[in-house]
């Protein structure tokens, strides 16, 4: 069964630092998202794509963040300047808005600013 | 106001019981509305799915829709340990944009 994945699982990075978070959504899929989830918090809507631009963005969604999809199959979240407060988990999900609009989850990757 | 908010927990039942999850939402543009499960440590997990108003059923889960009273919920039928887990509730108003409750956390004691 086609599964969306995510690297890497735990990254470790100093505050200021720049991060790069991978996911690799399911091959038909055509929108993506990320998400964020602090520790104990709910799920958080950070971003969608969808036609190789961003569709919709949350308030956390800054200016410190950036979203691209290099290639065919890859999707990244970058985080140019890491705060303390983005440690969390980072959900990659996708899409196949002509079947329906059930998002498919990667297993996230944990983020912590130290 | 929350844009979604579902009732408060933890919730509690016996094996075998009923688990009732309830949700609350704001916009009344929102179009679909999704139930996950999440394992502590572990990504959310789709249940339930719907679209239209009245009930759909998927084995031991049934997600109820009013959109009138902007209200979903999702009955968990002879509730097993296994079941025990955080529940979301998931709103989209489009396809690019979804909002997520704080969630329930369900205990099912054997």
């Known amino acids: 069964e086609p599964e969306v994945t995510q690297t890497p699982s735990h990254q470790v990075t100093q505050m200021g630092q720049e991060v790069i978070l991978r996911c690799v959504p399911i091959?038909?899929?055509?929108?993506f998202y990320w998400y964020r989830q602090i520790l104990g918090q709910k799920v958080e809507f950070l971003v969608s794509?969808?036609?190789?631009?961003?569709?919709?963005k949350s308030e956390i969604f800054d200016d410190q963040f950036s979203v691209e999809r290099p290639d065919g199959s890859n999707f990244t979240l970058k985080i140019r300047s890491t705060k303390l407060e983005d440690s969390a988990m980072y959900f990659c999900?996708?899409?196949?808005?002509?079947?329906?609009?059930?998002?498919?989850f990667g297993p996230g990757t944990r983020l912590t600013v130290t | 106001q929350k844009e979604v908010e579902q009732n408060s927990g933890p919730l509690s039942v016996p094996e075998g019981a009923i688990a009732s999850l309830n949700c609350t939402y704001s916009?009344?543009?929102?179009?679909?509305f999704f139930w996950y499960r999440q394992y502590s440590g572990k990504s959310p997990e789709l249940i339930m799915f719907i679209y239209s108003n009245g009930d759909k059923e998927d084995g031991r889960f049934t997600a109820q829709l009013n959109k009138a009273s902007q209200y979903v919920s999702l009955l968990i039928r002879d509730s097993q340990p296994s079941d025990s887990a955080t529940y979301l509730c998931a709103v989209y108003t489009n396809a690019g944009k979804s909002t997520f409750g704080d969630g329930t956390t369900l205990t099912v004691k054997p």
């Open positions: 916009d009344r543009g929102s179009q679909s």
């Open positions: 794509f969808y036609n190789n631009e961003i569709s919709e």
């Open positions: 091959s038909n899929h055509l929108y």
């Open positions: 999900a996708s899409i196949n808005i002509r079947e329906s609009y059930e998002q498919y």
